[in-house]
């Protein structure tokens, strides 16, 4: 079977690592690898997001925790009903999923929160593998940005044409799971008023309704 992750060593990516490494130098407390996957047993919901945050998910180990963006992610899924407890910023505040499962594209924090094409392409193993993982649980996915949005539709066969990303846009996967795409919930898209906190919080409505169908 397919690792679901990578080795905290990695070395696919030789800027990622390259990285990695100097994070380590500048912030020995971090926790300054890979990612790995974050899911409840047989989560209904995955949400696919880029790439790790400096000081988020680099920071804490766990995915989209100790920055922005998680703020607006575990606020959105509490009220939900997928997260339980109180977010804290921090891999040990006791938060837990409920049904959902969150995972990155790209494992490792790219320089400018920007990851090329190759670092993408070098990570999707990963992805797959996680995907297949998964198969018999998961009714719908969340992509947030392009990126993953597109990353994602790699691991089908599919036209990304006809899956054009979207905020609130909904495709039927070949698989017949239901795709959704969401901008990311980033401070500057928030800050830009690009997403709003309630188009945020509508997307995981609509995840609900599906589940409910």
Same mark, same amino acid.
């Given at each position: ?141 969340? =992509? #947030?940005? +392009?990126?993953? @949005?597109? %990353? ?12 054009? *990303? /979207? ?10 799971? =239901? #795709?959704? +795409?969401?901008? @990311?919930? %980033? ?12 188009? *945020? /919080? ?12």
């Amino acid at each position: 079977m397919a690792a679901l992750d990578p080795a905290a060593n990695c070395g696919r990516c030789p800027r990622l690592k390259s990285y990695r490494l100097d994070s380590k130098r500048n912030f020995p407390t971090f926790f300054n690898a890979p990612v790995p996957n974050w899911a409840s047993p047989q989560p209904r919901v995955m949400i696919v997001g880029m790439a790790p945050g400096m000081k988020g998910a680099n920071r804490t180990g766990r995915t989209f925790t100790g920055d922005f963006a998680g703020d607006l992610l575990f606020d959105t899924l509490i009220q939900h009903g997928f997260a339980n407890g109180v977010y804290g910023n921090s891999a040990d505040d006791g938060l837990t999923l409920n049904e959902c499962a969150i995972i990155n594209v790209v494992r490792c924090v790219p320089p400018q929160n920007k990851p090329t094409a190759s670092e993408v392409n070098n990570c999707r193993r990963y992805l797959e593998a996680t995907l297949k993982h998964y198969r018999n649980d998961v009714e719908v996915f969340v =992509t #947030l940005g +392009s990126i993953a @949005h597109n %990353s994602f539709l790699s691991c089908f066969d599919v036209r990304k044409k006809d899956f054009k *990303f /979207g905020h609130g846009a909904a495709f039927e996967l070949p698989s017949g799971q =239901t #795709l959704l +795409s969401s901008y @990311h919930c %980033s401070r500057y898209n928030v800050n830009t008023n690009v997403l709003t906190p309630k188009m *945020f /919080g509508d997307i995981f409505s609509r995840v609900r309704e599906i589940l409910s169908e």
